[in-house]
Protein backbone atom coordinates (compact mmCIF):
# COMPACT_ATOMS: atom_id res chain seq x y z
CA UNK A 1 0.00 0.00 0.00
CA UNK A 2 2.56 2.41 0.84
CA UNK A 3 6.45 2.59 1.82
CA UNK A 4 8.27 4.64 3.95
CA UNK A 5 12.03 5.54 4.55
CA UNK A 6 14.34 8.73 4.91
CA UNK A 7 14.22 10.68 1.36
CA UNK A 8 17.92 10.13 0.23
CA UNK A 9 18.04 6.66 1.10
CA UNK A 10 14.89 6.25 -1.30
CA UNK A 11 16.50 8.30 -3.96
CA UNK A 12 19.47 6.79 -3.98
CA UNK A 13 17.52 3.37 -3.86
CA UNK A 14 15.51 4.13 -7.02
CA UNK A 15 18.39 5.38 -8.99
CA UNK A 16 20.41 1.91 -8.32
CA UNK A 17 17.45 -0.26 -9.20
CA UNK A 18 16.45 1.46 -12.59
CA UNK A 19 13.13 2.70 -10.97
CA UNK A 20 12.39 6.60 -12.03
CA UNK A 21 14.95 8.87 -10.56
CA UNK A 22 16.55 12.23 -11.93
CA UNK A 23 19.70 9.78 -13.35
CA UNK A 24 17.38 6.82 -14.53
CA UNK A 25 15.13 9.18 -16.13
CA UNK A 26 17.43 11.34 -18.33
CA UNK A 27 18.27 7.65 -19.29
CA UNK A 28 14.85 5.87 -20.04
CA UNK A 29 14.02 8.05 -23.24
CA UNK A 30 10.15 10.56 -23.62
CA UNK A 31 8.65 7.59 -24.09
CA UNK A 32 8.71 6.12 -20.60
CA UNK A 33 4.85 6.91 -18.96
CA UNK A 34 6.55 8.91 -16.12
CA UNK A 35 7.69 11.41 -18.97
CA UNK A 36 4.10 12.32 -20.39
CA UNK A 37 3.98 15.73 -18.91
CA UNK A 38 7.60 16.94 -19.73
CA UNK A 39 8.88 17.95 -23.27
CA UNK A 40 11.88 14.97 -23.07
CA UNK A 41 14.05 13.01 -20.78
CA UNK A 42 16.66 15.61 -20.12
CA UNK A 43 13.91 18.20 -18.74
CA UNK A 44 12.72 15.84 -16.58
CA UNK A 45 16.15 14.82 -15.30
CA UNK A 46 16.74 18.61 -14.49
CA UNK A 47 13.50 19.32 -12.84
CA UNK A 48 14.21 16.59 -10.43
CA UNK A 49 17.68 17.11 -9.68
CA UNK A 50 16.18 20.39 -8.63
CA UNK A 51 13.45 18.46 -6.59
CA UNK A 52 16.77 16.65 -5.13
CA UNK A 53 19.12 19.84 -4.37
CA UNK A 54 16.42 22.12 -2.72
CA UNK A 55 16.11 19.50 0.17
CA UNK A 56 20.07 19.89 1.20
CA UNK A 57 18.98 22.99 3.70
CA UNK A 58 16.53 21.05 5.40
CA UNK A 59 17.35 20.65 9.03
CA UNK A 60 14.77 17.88 9.97
CA UNK A 61 14.42 14.49 8.56
CA UNK A 62 12.48 13.68 5.91
CA UNK A 63 10.73 10.43 4.83
CA UNK A 64 9.65 9.58 1.29
CA UNK A 65 6.22 8.01 1.45
CA UNK A 66 4.05 6.74 -1.16
CA UNK A 67 -0.10 5.89 -1.43
CA UNK A 68 -1.72 4.50 -4.04
CA UNK A 69 -4.53 6.44 -5.13
CA UNK A 70 -7.30 5.86 -8.42
CA UNK A 71 -5.34 8.72 -10.07
CA UNK A 72 -2.12 7.41 -9.16
CA UNK A 73 0.96 6.66 -6.83
CA UNK A 74 1.24 9.76 -5.04
CA UNK A 75 4.58 10.73 -3.03
CA UNK A 76 4.98 12.75 -0.27
CA UNK A 77 7.92 14.17 1.82
CA UNK A 78 6.91 13.39 5.43
CA UNK A 79 8.43 14.61 9.17
CA UNK A 80 6.94 15.34 12.82
CA UNK A 81 6.09 12.81 15.19
CA UNK A 82 4.14 9.86 14.20
CA UNK A 83 1.79 10.47 16.98
CA UNK A 84 0.73 14.57 16.22
CA UNK A 85 -1.78 15.94 14.48
CA UNK A 86 -1.74 15.32 10.63
CA UNK A 87 -1.44 18.20 8.87
CA UNK A 88 -1.34 17.90 4.48
CA UNK A 89 0.36 20.53 3.00
CA UNK A 90 -0.59 20.87 -1.12
CA UNK A 91 1.49 22.99 -3.43
CA UNK A 92 0.41 25.50 -6.33
CA UNK A 93 0.20 24.63 -9.97
CA UNK A 94 3.46 23.29 -11.31
CA UNK A 95 4.71 22.69 -7.61
CA UNK A 96 6.07 20.40 -5.61
CA UNK A 97 6.63 18.83 -1.85
CA UNK A 98 10.45 20.81 -1.52
CA UNK A 99 8.52 24.11 -2.02
CA UNK A 100 7.71 23.70 1.97
CA UNK A 101 11.58 23.53 3.01
CA UNK A 102 10.98 26.64 5.05
CA UNK A 103 7.71 25.13 6.70
CA UNK A 104 9.51 21.83 7.55
CA UNK A 105 11.41 22.39 11.00
CA UNK A 106 8.63 25.17 12.46
CA UNK A 107 5.30 23.00 11.78
CA UNK A 108 7.21 19.47 12.24
CA UNK A 109 7.81 20.31 16.06
CA UNK A 110 3.62 20.70 16.06
CA UNK A 111 2.56 18.10 13.51
CA UNK A 112 2.82 15.24 11.34
CA UNK A 113 3.18 16.89 8.03
CA UNK A 114 2.71 15.05 4.68
CA UNK A 115 3.96 17.58 1.90
CA UNK A 116 2.01 15.72 -1.00
CA UNK A 117 3.60 15.83 -4.89
CA UNK A 118 0.04 16.00 -6.49
CA UNK A 119 -0.38 13.71 -9.27
CA UNK A 120 0.53 14.79 -12.88
CA UNK A 121 2.54 18.08 -11.35
CA UNK A 122 6.52 18.35 -10.77
CA UNK A 123 7.88 15.61 -8.58
CA UNK A 124 7.26 11.66 -7.50
CA UNK A 125 4.06 11.80 -7.91
CA UNK A 126 2.87 9.36 -10.81
CA UNK A 127 1.75 11.31 -14.18
CA UNK A 128 -1.72 10.81 -13.82
CA UNK A 129 -4.32 13.69 -14.36
CA UNK A 130 -6.40 15.36 -11.54
CA UNK A 131 -9.39 17.68 -13.64
CA UNK A 132 -10.20 21.10 -12.01
CA UNK A 133 -13.65 21.11 -13.38
CA UNK A 134 -15.19 18.03 -11.27
CA UNK A 135 -14.52 16.58 -7.78
CA UNK A 136 -11.15 14.65 -8.90
CA UNK A 137 -9.08 16.70 -6.29
CA UNK A 138 -11.62 15.38 -3.68
CA UNK A 139 -11.53 12.01 -4.48
CA UNK A 140 -7.71 12.07 -4.89
CA UNK A 141 -7.40 13.39 -1.59
CA UNK A 142 -9.44 11.42 0.27
CA UNK A 143 -7.60 8.60 -1.24
CA UNK A 144 -4.73 10.10 0.10
CA UNK A 145 -5.83 10.65 3.26
CA UNK A 146 -8.08 6.73 3.48
CA UNK A 147 -4.16 4.78 2.25
CA UNK A 148 -2.56 6.89 4.99
CA UNK A 149 -4.83 5.98 7.67
CA UNK A 150 -6.23 9.17 8.71
CA UNK A 151 -9.27 9.77 9.50
CA UNK A 152 -9.31 13.79 9.95
CA UNK A 153 -6.15 16.09 9.19
CA UNK A 154 -5.43 20.03 8.73
CA UNK A 155 -4.88 21.09 4.71
CA UNK A 156 -2.92 24.01 4.23
CA UNK A 157 -2.36 24.91 0.56
CA UNK A 158 -0.70 27.40 -1.69
CA UNK A 159 -2.41 29.19 -4.63
CA UNK A 160 -4.39 26.31 -6.18
CA UNK A 161 -3.36 24.23 -3.71
CA UNK A 162 -5.04 26.99 -1.08
CA UNK A 163 -8.49 26.14 -3.58
CA UNK A 164 -8.11 22.57 -3.38
CA UNK A 165 -7.65 22.53 0.63
CA UNK A 166 -10.65 25.34 0.82
CA UNK A 167 -12.92 22.30 -1.44
CA UNK A 168 -12.08 19.92 0.98
CA UNK A 169 -13.79 22.41 3.50
CA UNK A 170 -16.14 22.72 1.75
CA UNK A 171 -17.23 19.01 -0.07
CA UNK A 172 -15.52 16.83 2.79
CA UNK A 173 -15.59 18.69 5.93
CA UNK A 174 -16.30 15.60 7.95
CA UNK A 175 -12.15 14.75 6.49
CA UNK A 176 -11.02 18.18 7.51
CA UNK A 177 -10.15 19.83 11.00
CA UNK A 178 -8.61 22.96 9.97
CA UNK A 179 -8.30 24.87 6.94
CA UNK A 180 -5.12 27.25 5.62
CA UNK A 181 -5.15 29.00 2.37
CA UNK A 182 -2.08 30.74 1.18
CA UNK A 183 -3.20 33.13 -1.60
CA UNK A 184 -5.81 30.89 -2.70
CA UNK A 185 -7.54 31.19 -6.40
CA UNK A 186 -11.20 31.05 -6.46
CA UNK A 187 -12.39 33.67 -3.89
CA UNK A 188 -12.47 36.53 -6.48
CA UNK A 189 -11.99 37.87 -10.01
CA UNK A 190 -8.33 37.91 -10.34
CA UNK A 191 -5.79 40.21 -12.62
CA UNK A 192 -4.35 37.98 -15.79
CA UNK A 193 -0.66 39.16 -14.93
CA UNK A 194 -0.09 39.96 -19.09
CA UNK A 195 2.58 42.45 -18.93
CA UNK A 196 5.15 39.92 -16.58
CA UNK A 197 3.85 36.83 -18.44
CA UNK A 198 5.12 38.29 -21.91
CA UNK A 199 7.94 40.41 -20.96
CA UNK A 200 9.09 37.95 -18.25
CA UNK A 201 8.55 34.45 -19.02
CA UNK A 202 7.63 34.47 -22.84
CA UNK A 203 10.80 35.75 -24.08
CA UNK A 204 12.98 33.80 -21.93
CA UNK A 205 11.20 30.72 -22.33
CA UNK A 206 14.28 28.86 -24.25
CA UNK A 207 16.98 29.91 -21.40
CA UNK A 208 15.75 28.48 -18.02
CA UNK A 209 19.08 29.67 -16.44
CA UNK A 210 18.37 33.62 -17.60
CA UNK A 211 14.38 33.44 -16.69
CA UNK A 212 15.50 32.16 -12.77
CA UNK A 213 18.29 34.83 -12.43
CA UNK A 214 15.38 37.51 -14.36
CA UNK A 215 12.79 36.17 -11.86
CA UNK A 216 14.87 36.39 -8.84
CA UNK A 217 15.92 40.09 -9.41
CA UNK A 218 12.90 41.19 -10.35
CA UNK A 219 10.31 40.19 -7.90
CA UNK A 220 6.59 40.83 -7.67
CA UNK A 221 4.59 43.99 -8.52
CA UNK A 222 3.67 46.27 -6.20
CA UNK A 223 1.95 50.10 -5.49
CA UNK A 224 5.85 51.23 -5.00
CA UNK A 225 7.36 53.92 -7.30
CA UNK A 226 9.46 51.15 -8.60
CA UNK A 227 6.92 48.96 -9.17
CA UNK A 228 8.37 45.80 -6.97
CA UNK A 229 9.01 44.52 -4.00
CA UNK A 230 10.98 42.27 -2.49
CA UNK A 231 12.91 39.11 -4.74
CA UNK A 232 11.19 35.67 -5.42
CA UNK A 233 12.42 32.83 -3.33
CA UNK A 234 15.69 31.32 -5.34
CA UNK A 235 14.49 27.88 -5.31
CA UNK A 236 10.85 28.91 -6.37
CA UNK A 237 12.38 31.08 -9.44
CA UNK A 238 15.06 28.45 -10.16
CA UNK A 239 11.40 25.67 -10.34
CA UNK A 240 9.18 27.90 -12.32
CA UNK A 241 12.15 28.64 -15.25
CA UNK A 242 12.62 25.21 -15.10
CA UNK A 243 9.17 24.11 -15.62
CA UNK A 244 8.52 26.86 -18.37
CA UNK A 245 11.07 25.60 -20.35
CA UNK A 246 10.36 21.74 -19.69
CA UNK A 247 6.97 20.74 -18.31
CA UNK A 248 3.64 20.12 -20.48
CA UNK A 249 1.00 22.13 -18.41
CA UNK A 250 -1.56 21.69 -20.96
CA UNK A 251 -0.82 17.99 -20.58
CA UNK A 252 -1.05 17.94 -17.14
CA UNK A 253 -4.16 20.16 -16.98
CA UNK A 254 -5.90 17.45 -19.75
CA UNK A 255 -6.40 20.44 -22.41
CA UNK A 256 -3.77 18.96 -24.52
CA UNK A 257 -5.94 16.84 -27.47
CA UNK A 258 -3.56 14.12 -28.39
CA UNK A 259 -5.18 13.46 -31.51
CA UNK A 260 -5.08 17.06 -32.98
CA UNK A 261 -1.81 17.81 -31.53
CA UNK A 262 -3.38 21.43 -30.08
CA UNK A 263 -4.26 22.48 -26.97
CA UNK A 264 -8.19 21.80 -26.69
CA UNK A 265 -9.27 25.78 -26.91
CA UNK A 266 -12.97 25.59 -24.86
CA UNK A 267 -11.64 23.38 -21.93
CA UNK A 268 -8.46 25.26 -21.44
CA UNK A 269 -10.93 28.68 -20.77
CA UNK A 270 -12.67 26.94 -18.52
CA UNK A 271 -9.55 25.69 -16.56
CA UNK A 272 -8.28 28.96 -16.84
CA UNK A 273 -11.43 29.89 -15.37
CA UNK A 274 -10.56 28.26 -12.53
CA UNK A 275 -7.84 30.22 -11.99
CA UNK A 276 -8.82 33.32 -12.66
CA UNK A 277 -12.69 33.67 -11.49
CA UNK A 278 -14.57 33.31 -8.30
CA UNK A 279 -16.55 30.22 -7.25
CA UNK A 280 -20.29 31.28 -6.66
CA UNK A 281 -20.76 32.72 -3.57
CA UNK A 282 -23.84 30.20 -2.45
CA UNK A 283 -20.21 27.73 -3.25
CA UNK A 284 -18.52 29.29 -0.94
CA UNK A 285 -21.06 29.62 2.00
CA UNK A 286 -20.92 25.96 2.04
CA UNK A 287 -17.34 25.83 3.68
CA UNK A 288 -18.03 24.47 6.87
CA UNK A 289 -14.81 24.42 9.25
CA UNK A 290 -12.32 26.43 10.75
CA UNK A 291 -9.84 28.78 8.18
CA UNK A 292 -7.57 30.90 7.68
CA UNK A 293 -6.99 33.15 4.75
CA UNK A 294 -3.11 34.33 4.66
CA UNK A 295 -2.41 37.23 1.38
CA UNK A 296 0.82 39.20 1.02
CA UNK A 297 -0.06 43.15 1.18
CA UNK A 298 1.30 43.34 -2.48
CA UNK A 299 -1.27 40.91 -4.34
CA UNK A 300 -0.66 40.73 -7.89
CA UNK A 301 -3.80 39.22 -8.79
CA UNK A 302 -6.61 41.16 -6.83
CA UNK A 303 -6.96 44.07 -3.83
CA UNK A 304 -5.67 41.84 -0.97
CA UNK A 305 -7.61 43.87 1.63
CA UNK A 306 -10.83 43.96 -0.05
CA UNK A 307 -10.97 40.26 -0.86
CA UNK A 308 -10.05 39.06 2.49
CA UNK A 309 -12.86 41.12 4.20
CA UNK A 310 -15.13 39.94 1.89
CA UNK A 311 -14.22 36.32 2.30
CA UNK A 312 -14.40 36.30 5.68
CA UNK A 313 -18.00 38.03 5.92
CA UNK A 314 -19.10 35.00 2.89
CA UNK A 315 -17.34 32.01 5.07
CA UNK A 316 -18.55 30.92 8.14
CA UNK A 317 -15.62 30.22 10.70
CA UNK A 318 -12.53 31.86 8.30
CA UNK A 319 -10.16 34.79 9.59
CA UNK A 320 -8.12 36.69 7.17
CA UNK A 321 -4.55 38.13 7.20
CA UNK A 322 -2.61 40.47 4.88
CA UNK A 323 1.05 40.00 5.77
CA UNK A 324 3.02 43.29 4.87
CA UNK A 325 6.35 43.06 2.73
CA UNK A 326 4.79 39.92 0.93
CA UNK A 327 3.47 38.89 -2.89
CA UNK A 328 1.69 36.35 -4.22
CA UNK A 329 4.25 34.05 -2.06
CA UNK A 330 3.71 35.37 1.38
CA UNK A 331 4.64 31.98 2.21
CA UNK A 332 8.09 32.29 0.19
CA UNK A 333 8.66 36.53 1.21
CA UNK A 334 7.68 36.23 5.27
CA UNK A 335 8.09 32.63 5.86
CA UNK A 336 8.79 33.09 10.07
CA UNK A 337 5.65 35.08 9.88
CA UNK A 338 3.45 33.12 8.04
CA UNK A 339 4.85 29.86 9.69
CA UNK A 340 3.75 31.92 13.33
CA UNK A 341 0.28 32.51 11.84
CA UNK A 342 -0.13 29.08 11.12
CA UNK A 343 1.12 26.97 13.99
CA UNK A 344 -1.18 29.95 16.49
CA UNK A 345 -3.64 28.86 14.45
CA UNK A 346 -3.19 25.19 14.08
CA UNK A 347 -3.04 25.18 17.69
CA UNK A 348 -5.96 27.45 18.46
CA UNK A 349 -8.79 24.86 20.32
CA UNK A 350 -12.23 25.77 18.88
Given at each position: ?109 HYRV ?70 PTGL ?163
Amino acid sequence: MDSSSSYKAVAAQRTASGLPGAANEAKSGATDPHLRFYKSADGYNAIMSWYENALEGVSVPLQSRYVETRFGRTHMLVCGAEDAEPLLLIPGTAGCAPLWRNQFEALGRHYRVYALDVVGQPGRSEAGTLSLLNNDVIEWLTDVLDELEIEKASIAGNSVGGWMAMRMGIEAPERVSKVVMLGPTGLTRARLPVKIWFSKVLSKKQDANALEDDLTAKSVSSPSPKGSFGTFDRQLARLMALCTRHYRVDRSLDIYNERTGRVHISRGLRVLGKFFTAERKSYLRQFQVPGLLIFGQHEMFFDPNKVAERSAALMPGLEAVVVPNAGHGAVFDQPEEVNRLMVDFLNRAE
